[in-house]
Structures are given as C-alpha cells and as structure tokens.
C-alpha cells in the first residue's frame, strides 16, 4: 500500500498556482541521454554488420574469426547455433552440451572447409526438449565433402543417447555438407542437433562450428527489398547485374550507396542505406532509374522491404503491435497486439491514399525478448505484410500497394523509405530507444533543438459559424491579443479567411476582402508584436469547382474545371502553387504553415495512370508533395508545418521528418472527448514523440487530457463568464510540462476509452532524472486508485513528488526510487478527475 512505499514531507495546500511547481524547470533536450535505453555497441555493431552484408556484399565482421557456413536447406524452424533449433540448450538424451548446430530436418548445412581440415567430429542426435519430451523425432545424420558421401548414421530416435562421430576428410577437400534427413515417417519432431561439431586441424587446433557466428534477429539474406523485372524476381537478377557501391561517414550513420546496372537493359537500381552509430537501426530508399535507350521492361511489385526475421520456434508466437490510425472515433490509434503462429499473416493498407487513415506505418514485432521496430515512409497508398505462413523465418515486406510500370528513357522514380531498428530485452525500453531515435534524428530541428510544438489559441470550430464577427480583421487580432494575455505562444487562424469558405471556397487563397481589406498582413504583424507565431490554415491539394484555381488553372487539376486533386504529379502545377504559397508566407508573416488535405487522393491517381504505368501518378504526386514542403521550408529557415489531413491521416515516417501533427484527429473538431484524448496520446506516444490535440475547455480534467509537449485550444474567451485566470493557471501547467513530452514515455493504464478505467503515463527526463505522471480517473470509473510502476528512476535515489489535483492543491511527498518503481498507489478521489504527479530527484541536488 501507499504507507509502505512513502516517506510523507508535507502537505500544502495551494488554491491559485499554476501547479506549485517548485522543482527545476526544463527546455527540451538537444540529443539524447546516455543511458541503459540506449543499446549496446555489440547491438548497434550487428546492424552495421547487416547493413553492408545485406547491400554492399561485404562479409559481416562479427565477433571474430568463424568458419564460412551457408544454410541451403531446413524445412522448419531455423538454424540456431548454441542451441537447438527449439532455442532451448542442446540436449541429446540426457546428455547437454554448450556448443553445436541446432537444425530441424531435412536440413543441408555446407561448411567451406579452410586449408588444413583433417577431421570432422560432433555428436549427434535427436534434441530432448518439451516437444520432442525425450521420445519423439527419427532422424539419420549425413556427412558429404566434394559431394562424396563420407559417413551415415542409422536412424536415430528421440531420447537415445548422443551418438559420436569422427570422419576423415579428404586431403584438399573444399566444401563439408552436412544433412539430417527425416527418415521414412516424415519431419514432426525431427529436431536434429550437430554437438560439439568441429573440424580438427593438421596443427591439432580445433574449430567449432558455432564459433563466433553470427546469428541476428534480423536474417543475412541478401537486399531486403524485392521486384519484379521482365516477369523474373529481383532475387534471380541482382547477383547477375554489375554493382557499384560506395560510402561515407555522417555525423549520426555511415551511409552506403549501392547501385545495381543491367547490362541488358540499362535499369539502375539504387540503394542509399544507413547505419546509424549509436542505435541498432537501419534505414533504406531505392531508387530505379532507366540509363538505356529504350523503355525497360515491366517493374511491377516493387517491396522497398523484403526481410526476413529469426522466429524459428514453431511453438512459440510473434507479436505484431501497432495502432488502427485515424478513423476520428473512440478507436482513433488505438494498440493492437496480434499474435501470429505458424500460417498465419497480417497485411495493412491504409483507405483511400492517406497513409494514417485507418492503418499506422509504424510497427513493432515481438519474439520472446527480441524484436524489431518497424516504419515505412510513403504518404500515399502503402502496404505491409507480416507473413508467418511459412515455418521457417518470418517475412516482412512492405512498399506501396501497386507498381505495375514501364521506365522511360532518362527517367527515374523512388520507393518508400524503410526504417527498421533491432532490439533485445525489455519492449518499452526498446520503444523509448525508438522515440529517441526519431526525436533526435528525424524530427524537424529549428534553432538547434528537435521542432517545438505550440500553444495556440484556435477558435475556429467555435465561433466561425456562430461569431462572424471572429471571423476579420479586428476579430482576429483581439483573439491574437487575448491570446497573448492567457499566456500563448502562437495565434490560429483555420478555414475562415478566404472567399467561399469551407470547404467551397478551397482553391480561393485569398483573403476575404471584406472582412480583411489588408490582407492577413495585419493579423501577421500583430502576432509578431505580441510575441506569437501566426499558424495560417490551407488545403492547398483540394479543388472547389467555381474556385479561382478551377476556373483559372484547370489544366492544374485532375478534374479540371470541376474540381478535385491539385496536380502536385505535375512540375509546372507544383512550381505554381509553391510560388503563391511562399510569397503569402514571407507577405502574411506565418510562422506555422498549416496543411490540410480532406480528400483521397488514390481515385485520382488511379484513374490517371496510363496503361502499363501502373502507379506512377501517385509516385510523381507523393515525390512532389515532398518536393513542396521542402522547398517552403529550404525558403523559409525556422518555419514550422503542421501535417494535418481530416486530423491525422497523414502521419508517416516521410512527414514527421517535415512536419508535426498538431491536430493528430479530428476529434478535436468537437468537445466532450477527453478520454479519446487520453487514448491517442496513450497509443501514438509509443511510436513517435510529438503530436498534440485540442482541449476545448481550461478545465484541468479536459486540458491535460489533450495537452501534450504542445496544445490547442478552442477556449470560449469571448463569453461574458469566460474564467480568464483559470485559464491561465491551466495554460501555464501545461506549459511547465512541455519538455517532459520529449523524454521517454511509459504507459501506466491500458490505452483505451472505456469509462470505467483510468488512463495514466509516465514521461521521463534521463538527462534530469525528472519527469510528470498524468493519470485520469475516468466518469464511470468505480476504481478508487491504480498501482503504476514508474520506471527510468535510480532505485538508490530519493525523489521529491508533488502531487496537484483539478482544485489545483498540492501535496508533497519524498520516496526511493526503489519504491516508486515495486508500485506506487495512484489515488483520486472521485470520478472524471485527474492527477497531476511532478517528480524530482533531490538527493543529488
């Protein structure tokens, strides 16, 4: 109980603070901490290794000298090494042994044989394990070198003893095979292990087979990324075609750059690959480029991932865990976790193009205390496989959903962009290694820092249909103002301020003239005067028929004068609206340029793809879109872009590297969602480490619901009784634990929106040994209290706690490390309330 884990300080009791935050205050760190998140060197030296065996050809170093061993055959499991392939100790009859050959038949093992191999010698026999149970399994041992037979074993069953071997091998013999065949009664239970297998030196020395091989999660097996040229498999292809590869050291990764030429056809594909230097992650993207002088043949399946990982226990599952994606509604990214056994796959695609919408580009799969974290960066109609059909290896591919196309002379075309990260031990520090990854590798970075997410006052679902007065020139700077004296860093302008409106008015990027006779100028410099950042709403890639772009651009539109989808496939059209954005940009004085995109675009694409140029509207879409925002930002130093799409259907690994998702549903348009709030952040927070969404009220309850290291607000400050100082008390909290969002995150509750639960996490500062616990009794919860178990503490540390309920009166408290994290009891005293818990270490002050 709460009594055993706590030393009680004091108890205060604040009517008016923001919080009584009296511990230290944070900015959001610059890089990452040093820690027990971080991976090891073995860890990230292994990626590295997979790095340039898999696309460069190099021999992977590894650990130290091995012996050359190529897998050709196993018809279950996977070859495992130091153990059976059932990844328990080898064990023959009741004999165990440290060192071996774990296989399944039928196998074939081929060993190229160094100079001076006299002997071979192991022992032999079926594995005793909980599925053999010392009974099951006949299996029959082979020796062969040079593709002579040397040595043959009679059958051997489950639970006799090991049987010992020692064969001559030929003088300058070059390729030892070893088999295990099934034996006349089939493969079930056929677990064969090669113990103590070695070879006997003429020196006297002996090498074991299993000696320094290497054996990652993620399999050596060649590119992970897959097509089809010519009606023949990349696989067939690539070892045939010339190869060029190069590399360089960055800051962060050592980047390779590997192309493959067909000497026939003149198809180059390349492969720009990275190796990061302080994570066990890689990241790829291809690109396929026709140096020839005619059209190549047809590129049709192109799997930007193709990779296999070691889940070779047929009795033990996978675990796919991800999110649903945005569908605005209760099931908003929400976690799913999908056990996957032998024969069975999971696919996702996201509906209609967007890349968040109803699917998530971000994964993570689990196999006893390994792993692999898992992103695809495409905004536009990807797909992914997890397939497990197989009893061998798992299967990841992934890329976009159809390619079916012909290269043109000179042209070229790219693929999504893949980041995998392997992990060992303990899955949520295995998700925070990864929201570090992102935050201070991918994330956008202004003035030195990883970007950072406003505050801002956005009215717009409120008042622009029952307020027309909100909705102009003088409206909008009071909003400004008062949004300044509440204590916000920027000022939101959405959909109310060009001709039209919304949504008929899209395609009209003008200001209404009368309600802003100057333009949006005025609103722009009033946000600089008053200290805030101006966030302007567009949806630049939708078309209204009637608008100005339909009528006066329709050669810009697919659809032409009736509107639809902006041509951002077309160079000239993108140029053109590239222009008129960033001359409003630099004219308007926006800080944060806001996209929106309330349309599918896959018909479109679809619909205009020429015959045998399946997909190529949608890449040429997708490289523009890129194009765009780079461009406004390479103009723009310091501008931020908020990716929204009807909410967060945009959200991939490409965008969060050029953007933030400030309004991560459009469950926001609306109030009355404060436990669907809890859940987004609960199940987003696992895999990236900034979003935000909208609280509608300063209730304490509502606000740190949807506050995360950034916040929105569709506050009703023009009413007569609008409490102007509890708004302030509520923003300047929310404010305080900002930088907490960017430390690691740590779910304390289930992420879901039932109303009989609590929702509750952690955020950690490593570099502060600080951090905030929010948890949210909710309405119809009857749970008086929860047993969280913080985590990143040091259990010799002693932590001061201050605990600030929705009446804002704060408790103090001191506790070890140690005992916050055996359990500390979470307690809130009635339903639809929260907690606010801010934590120091003071011991080490």
Known sequence: MLQRHLVVAAVIIIATCPGGFAMQQADIPSVEPEDAIMAGSAEVAEISDWVRACFAGERPEGPGPRLDIELRQQDHNVLRYGQSCMETPLRIGSESFERGLGTHANSVIAVALPEGARAFSAQVGVDNNYDTAGARGTVRFIVEADGAELFRTEVLRGGDAPVPLRVNLPEGAWEMVLKVDATEDGAAYDQADWADARLEMAGGEALFLDENQLDPFLRLAGPPFSFT???????????????????????????????????????AVTAVAAAFKRYPAAEWVLSFENRGEADTPLIEGIQAMDLQVRTGNSKRAAVVSGLRGDVCGAESFVPFAQAMNIGEALSQTPEGGRPSNGAFPFWDLSYGDEGLAVALGWSGQWSATFDRTAPGPMRLRGGMELTRLSLRPGEGIRSPRVLVM???????????????????????????????????????????????????????????????????????????????????????????????????????????????????????ERVAPGSVIATEHPAFVHGGEQGGLFRLDDPEARRWLTELLSSQIEEFGIGIYRNDFNLDPLPYWRANDEPGREGMTEIRYVEGHYAMWDELLARHPGLRIDNCASGGRRIDLETI????????????????????????????????????????????????????????????????????????????????????????????????????????????????????????????????????????????????????????????????????????????????????????RVDAE
């Open 229 to 267: 040229y010519g009606g023949i498999p990349s696989a067939e292809l690539l070892g045939r075609w010339d190869r060029f590869s190069t590399s360089r050291e960055l800051e962060d990764r050592t980047e390779h750059s590997v192309t493959w030429t067909d000497p026939e056809t003149g198809l």
């Open 422 to 540: 392997a992990w060992r031990g303990d899955r949520i520090d295995a998700l925070n290694r990864w929201r570090r990854l992102l935050l201070f590798h991918y994330v956008p970075r202004v003035d030195g820092l990883p970007i950072r997410l406003p505050f801002a006052l956005q009215c717009f679902d409120r008042y622009s249909w029952t307020r027309p007065e909100w909705a102009t020139e003088k409206g909008q700077i009071a909003a400004a103002e008062t949004a300044a004296s509440l204590g916000f860093d920027a000022h939101w302008l959405d959909a109310a301020w060009f001709p039209g409106g919304f949504p008929n008015g899209v395609g009209n990027w003008t200001p209404k003239p009368e309600e802003f006779p100057a333009g949006l100028k005025p609103i722009g410099d009033a946000c600089r005067r008053l200290g805030l950042s101006f966030v302007l709403w567009y949806e630049p």
């Open 657 to 840: 590297m050029r953007s933030m998702p400030l309004w991560r549903s459009d469950t926001s348009c609306s109030p009355g969602h404060p436990d669907w709030n809890q859940s987004q952040s609960a199940g987003l927070c696992q895999y990236l480490p900034l979003h935000t969404a909208c609280g509608w009220t300063p209730d304490p309850y509502d606000f740190r619901s949807s506050a995360t290291g950034g916040a929105i607000a569709q506050w009703d400050y023009m009413a007569p009784d609008f409490p102007a100082d509890l708004a302030r008390e509520t923003l300047a909290e929310a404010r305080a634990n900002a930088p907490y969002w960017y430390g690691d995150f740590t779910p304390l509750a289930l992420a879901n929106t039932d109303p009989d639960h609590w929702g509750a996490y952690q955020l950690h500062r490593a570099d502060l040994d600080a951090g905030i616990v929010l948890a949210f009794r909710r309405p119809s919860s009857s749970y008086l209290s929860l047993q969280a178990r913080l985590r990143g503490l040091d259990p010799e540390g002693v932590y001061r706690l201050e605990l600030i309920d929705d009446q804002r009166e704060v408790t103090h408290q001191e506790a070890t490390g140690a005992d916050l994290m055996a359990g500390y009891e979470l307690r809130i005293a009635a339903p639809g309330s929260s907690l606010l818990i801010r934590y120091a």
